[in-house]
Every structure is written in C-alpha cells, then in structure tokens.
C-alpha cells in the first residue's frame, strides 16, 4: 500500500498564495490533487504523469494553480496563486495508474490538508 503525506495548507487572505507538497512512498504513474468543501463533493484540481510531466487542470484553477513533480522525492507540489474563499476546502494527494480527473480512478490517498481563504 502506498503511503501518501501532504503539507503546506493553512489560512491565507484571498490574494496569497500557499504551496502544497505530497510525497509518496513509492513511485506510480500518475499523481493528483483533489479538494473537498464541507457539504460538498471530492472534486479534481490537478494532476501530473510522473514520467512525461503532463498536467490537468480543473477549469476554476486554471492560470492561479501549478502543479510540479520532483521525481527523485516521489513529491508533488501544488502551487496556488491569487487564492479566492472558494479555494477553501480540505486538499488530498492520490496516485492513480494514468492521468486521469476522476477520484474512483485513484488507489490510494493522503490523509488531507485544510486550506483556508479569508476574504
């Protein structure tokens, strides 16, 4: 079982920025970020392929939020710019076999990082 440890949320003004990291403990083909809200579903905000670098975004985050991968670490990092209170949700890393925006397909997750937008 892969074990995946995220970090980096806390509370940040609308406008700020905050850096996410997620380090898995062993190396699969694809890694990704999701984010719940309270009352509110899992949704997808971005992925990365290990191997190739290849990224997707959720529509709402595009041009604010980076995703980037340090191979050697078996880390992703989720950079996030120009925070909105809408950002404000719980944050999970999951691996998944391909690059992909649906949770069902992720094996495993992290245990989730609050972030939290004040306006």
């Known amino acids: 079982q892969v074990q995946l440890v995220e970090s980096g949320g806390g509370l940040v003004q609308a406008g700020g920025s905050l850096r996410l990291s997620c380090t898995a403990s062993e190396r699969g083909n694809a890694m990704g970020w999701f984010r719940q809200a309270p009352g509110k579903e899992r949704e997808f905000v971005a992925a990365?392929?290990?191997?190739?670098?290849?990224?997707a975004y959720k529509d709402s985050v595009k041009g604010r939020f980076s995703i980037s991968r340090d191979n050697a670490k078996i880390t992703i990092y989720l950079e996030m710019n120009r925070l909105i209170p809408e950002d404000t949700a719980v944050y999970y890393c999951?691996?998944?076999?391909?690059?992909?925006?649906?949770?069902?397909?992720?094996?495993?997750w992290g245990q989730g990082t609050q972030v939290t937008v004040s306006s």
């Open positions: 999951a691996t998944a076999r391909v690059l992909t925006m649906t949770s069902d397909a992720y094996d495993y």
């Open positions: 990365i392929t290990l191997n190739g670098g290849v990224t």
